[in-house]
């Protein structure tokens, strides 16, 4: 069992350049998340789709798209790379008929944008 | 909304030796309450969580945090720390009324040493 995994683990852009992060879970979960952490900031929540087929804005939207494509698979693009995306991008997942009882991580993408 | 304050950045501890992390928290609403860890170069995993019930909650790794209403504080504590101990440990709030969306604080770096 593999839970969440995230590709690729480093990234290196430059100004301008366009990406997608990619993610999928296998554990059949209805929720999935994407988040950023940075020094002294906590983890910030870009995206999150409560279920197959939607998508709803976090705290950290601007710059970023995500897809859905299925329900084991949700990922994040970014369209036009910035040096303020250089980041540590999470990826989570929750099961059903769960209340933020537990989120599963993924092992993180280190992303920096030159 | 709510928030999350976590106001030490950093605590250094000897082994074996009792902590205290601090965690306060703004919400108009109830709330369920969490502590993560995060080890080096990894996701975060989930420590222990208030949903309901006793305030005094028991998680994994002889940690345990007791939710306080009156002082909206979800401090976590353990009696004597490892040097395994030592990661960065994330409060999290989310409001009992909304989907899954939790708010993280700035993050606690937890150094044990010898």
């Known amino acids: 069992n593999a839970g969440v995994t995230q590709t690729p683990k480093f990234q290196v852009l430059k100004t301008g350049q366009s990406m997608t992060l990619q993610c999928a879970q296998d554990m059949n979960h209805n929720s999935m998340y994407w988040y950023r952490q940075d020094p002294g900031m906590g983890l910030r929540l870009i995206y999150y789709?409560?279920?197959?087929?939607?998508?709803d804005k976090g705290e950290v939207p601007n710059g970023y798209n995500v897809s859905r494509l299925n329900k084991r698979e949700f990922s994040l693009r970014l369209e036009s790379a910035a040096p303020s995306q250089t980041s540590v991008y999470f990826c989570?997942?929750?099961?059903?008929?769960?209340?933020?009882?537990?989120?599963?991580f993924g092992s993180g993408t280190q992303l920096s944008v030159l | 909304a709510q928030s999350v304050t976590q106001l030490d950045s950093q605590v250094p501890v000897f082994e074996e030796a009792p902590v205290e992390l601090r965690c306060n928290y703004s919400?108009?609403?109830?709330?369920?309450l969490f502590w993560y860890v995060q080890y080096p170069n990894q996701g975060l995993q989930l420590l222990l969580k208030y949903l309901s019930g006793s305030t005094l909650v028991k998680g994994i790794n002889g940690f345990e945090a007791e939710f306080n209403k009156s002082q909206t504080s979800f401090h976590l504590r353990k009696p004597s720390v490892h040097i395994s101990d030592t990661a960065e440990y994330f409060c999290?709030?989310?409001?009992?009324?909304?989907?899954?969306?939790?708010?993280f604080g700035t993050g606690t770096r937890l150094q044990v040493t010898l």
């Open positions: 789709s409560a279920s197959e087929g939607t998508t």
């Open positions: 919400s108009s609403v109830s709330v369920y």
């Open positions: 989570a997942s929750m099961g059903p008929g769960t209340r933020n009882e537990k989120l599963f």
């Open positions: 999290a709030v989310s409001s009992t009324g909304t989907a899954s969306k939790l708010t």
